[in-house]
């Protein structure tokens, strides 16, 4: 069974970098791409980016000037960093494991709520 | 705003059918494929659809998903209340080169 695992900071002042990283639990790592997606509150998803446990990654264009996902496959886990983060990046951010070429998430973290407040 | 378009909300009494939809265009459900998603309040979501309409293990066949052209349907029979979620539907936007999702819909079960 695999289980994804999530931390990081939840409270971040507006300019700073969000930093999250997850962990994955069973199953293959280097077979699958990794993702991180986002959710306002009381809003729908948005994909962040992906990576491959080669290290390439993949962003979404209306972020990528200010993403970073990175891998470290000898401890299956991937991290997310988001620089100059404003109001609108408040969301629960959801670490995910990504079938390609379908595609589509099949497992997924419990989320972690990051709240942008100066 | 969303690139693929869902219905707000549906609502249907239990026991009865519900279908969603969820349109794009040629660079995303036209030329890839589908998935739908469950999100109950307070949870992550949950993979209930994907290549359009395989199940995962462990997904009733109440649910269901077709596509065509570049439309793509979410059926879910014999509605109960436990089914009472937001879904998703998501694929790939060739034009976009990202991962594109509905904006979601709230089913009720009156």
């Known amino acids: 069974q695999v289980q994804l695992q999530q931390w990081g900071a939840g409270l971040l002042k507006p300019s700073e970098t969000l930093s999250l990283t997850c962990a994955v639990y069973?199953?293959?790592?280097?077979?699958?791409?990794w993702s991180w997606i986002r959710q306002p509150p009381g809003k729908g998803l948005e994909w962040i980016g992906e990576?491959?446990?080669?290290?390439?990654?993949n962003y979404n264009p209306s972020l990528k000037s200010r993403v970073t996902i990175s891998v470290d496959t000898s401890t299956k886990q991937f991290s997310l960093r988001l620089s100059s983060v404003t109001a609108a990046d408040t969301a629960v951010y959801y670490c995910?494991?990504?079938?390609?070429?379908?595609?589509?998430?099949?497992?997924w973290g419990r989320g972690t709520l990051v709240t942008v407040s100066s | 705003q969303s690139v693929l378009t869902q219905p707000p909300s549906v609502s249907a009494a239990p026991g009865q059918k519900v279908t969603i939809s969820c349109s794009g265009s040629?660079?995303?459900?036209?030329?890839?494929?589908v998935s739908w998603y469950q999100q109950l309040q307070g949870t992550a979501p949950k993979v209930l659809i994907y290549?359009?309409?395989k199940r995962p293990s462990g997904i009733p066949d109440r649910f269901s998903g077709s596509k065509s052209g570049t439309s793509a349907t979410l059926g879910i029979t014999g509605l109960q209340t436990g089914d009472e979620a937001d879904y998703y539907c998501?694929?790939?936007?060739?034009?976009?080169?990202?991962?594109?999702f509905g904006g979601g819909t709230k089913l009720t079960v009156l």
């Open positions: 990576i491959k446990h080669s290290g390439s990654t």
């Open positions: 040629s660079s995303n459900i036209g030329n890839n494929y």
């Open positions: 069973g199953g293959s790592f280097s077979g699958y791409y």
């Open positions: 998501g694929t790939w936007d060739t034009s976009l080169s990202a991962v594109v």
């Open positions: 995910a494991r990504f079938v390609r070429p379908d595609p589509y998430f099949d497992y």
């Open positions: 290549d359009n309409n």
